[in-house]
């Protein structure tokens, strides 16, 4: 059973930070590049960073560069999300995706920057 599990997010004052995860099961982590997408409400889901399966290729929205890093641990099957200096636009809903032959999704887990 493939299975994408977020965790990290919360509640966090504009300037903050905050670490997601993003643990996967099910299907063979190293071959899959991972990503970090996000909705916030009324707007569509957009891509946040990207890194491919060894880790050494990464891509960031214009939006989070030199706030954001993504990064993965084929060893333990995580992908990461740091986010510093956070703003109130990003709150949102962030996603963890998995693509290769098939695309995976986990369930979200909730962002919002607020004082």
């Known amino acids: 059973q493939v299975q994408l599990v977020e965790s990290g997010g919360g509640l966090v004052q504009p300037g903050g930070s905050l670490r997601l995860s993003c643990v996967a099961s099910?299907?063979?982590?190293?071959?899959?590049?991972m990503s970090w997408y996000r909705q916030a409400p009324g707007k569509e889901r957009e891509l946040v960073a990207r890194?491919?399966?060894?880790?050494?290729?990464?891509y960031n929205a214009d939006s989070v560069k030199c706030r954001f890093t993504i990064s993965r641990d084929n060893a333990k099957n995580t992908v990461y999300l740091q986010m510093n200096s956070l703003k109130p636009e990003d709150t949102a809903v962030y996603y963890c995706?998995?693509?290769?032959?098939?695309?995976?999704w986990g369930l979200g887990t909730q962002v919002t920057v607020s004082s």
């Open positions: 995706n998995a693509q290769f032959l098939l695309t995976y």
């Open positions: 099910g299907f063979t982590f190293t071959r899959y590049a």
């Open positions: 890194i491919n399966t060894g880790g050494a290729s990464t």
